[in-house]
């Protein structure tokens, strides 16, 4: 089946360390999304890529980070410099400019829900 | 400046009865999508319609319709006949010229057994 898979559920880390999301897609999307999502409020862009190799910081990127190394993959990293980092994360993906069209739909994974203690 | 608003934040209703989710939007491009998104407890965003600026017609699909009015700036969601597995938040959102969608804050839709 295809989809996005991201791991784990629920994830607990120490203030202070830094903590990698993982975020995986098996529909040869070329774009991949991240956001976070506090309680009762929507979701706020966190970095965005379109490519293998390239990715873009949204609205709220501070101390955060993303690597592109391969198309299905796309991991964020919460680093220590995050000053509220408990949240849920949801990881996104769309077809992207290899579809042709302006604005694609936007497909999203089951989430992973950080608490940092 | 906030994209999308939806001014309701809790809807409760008993099981059979229609509920409308309200949505207004603010943009200056004449190309523009919309975009409704279902997240049920369990977390994940689920895609349930995409509209262009282009297109005005409403859409009816199952319990479910979308009527879009350019002149108002609104995209409003209805749910027709409402089950308790239609319990979730309800997101509305905005695209406008690029690949980044803008959400609202969401509406709670509780319905009662």
């Known amino acids: 089946d295809g989809g996005i898979t991201q791991s784990p559920k629920y994830l607990f880390r120490k203030e202070g360390q830094n903590v990698t999301l993982s975020c995986e897609q098996n529909l040869n999307h070329d774009a991949m999304y991240w956001y976070r999502q506090d309680p009762g409020q929507g979701l706020r862009l966190i970095y965005y890529s379109q490519i293998v190799n390239d990715f873009q910081k949204g609205d709220i990127a501070e101390g955060y980070s993303v690597s592109r190394e391969k198309k299905e993959s796309f991991p964020l990293t919460v680093t220590s410099a995050q000053k509220n980092p408990t949240a849920f994360y949801l990881c996104a993906s769309s077809s992207g400019p290899a579809s042709g069209r302006a604005v694609d739909t936007q497909y999203f994974g089951p989430g992973t829900r950080l608490t940092v203690l | 400046a906030q994209k999308v608003t939806q001014a309701q934040t809790e809807i409760s209703v008993v099981e059979k009865e229609d509920v409308t989710l309200d949505c207004v939007y603010e943009?200056?491009?004449?190309?523009?999508?919309l975009f409704w998104y279902k997240q049920p407890p369990s977390g994940e965003l689920v895609f349930l319609i995409r509209?262009?600026?282009?297109?005005?017609q409403n859409e009816i699909s199952g319990r479910y319709s979308w009527n879009f009015q350019k002149s108002t700036s609104s995209f409003n969601f209805t749910i027709t006949a409402s089950q308790v597995v239609d319990s979730a938040v309800y997101f509305c959102?905005?695209?406008?010229?690029?690949?980044?969608?803008?959400f609202g804050a969401g509406t709670t839709v509780t319905v009662r057994a």
């Open positions: 959102a905005l695209s406008e010229d690029d690949y980044k969608l803008s």
């Open positions: 509209r262009n600026s282009f297109d005005e």
């Open positions: 943009t200056r491009d004449t190309t523009y999508y």
